[in-house]
């Protein structure tokens, strides 16, 4: 499925964010349920996923849900 485990991957992108510059962005392309935009916004700042590509209605949905629509 596309569930992550939110623990590991908050613990991974706090590490990866030392090496990122200050400002970096997000995209996802298999966004799923948005644990990696969800995360990354928790550490990096409201906006800073800026964009996700899905092809399913239901993590479209969710995606929208928490992040708002990317027209």
């Known amino acids: ?27 996802s392309l298999f966004d799923g349920i ?6 990354w916004e928790e550490i990096h700042g409201n906006g800073s996923a800026r964009w996700a590509r899905e092809i399913e209605q239901f ?6 849900y928490h992040f708002g629509r990317a027209d």
Do not use: H, K
């Open 1 to 27: 499925g596309n569930s992550i485990a939110l623990p590991f991957w908050r613990w991974m992108l706090n590490r990866m964010s030392t090496y990122l510059p200050a400002d970096a962005t997000l995209g």
């Open 59 to 64: 993590p479209i949905r969710v995606t929208e």
């Open 34 to 39: 948005g644990g990696y935009p969800l995360i």
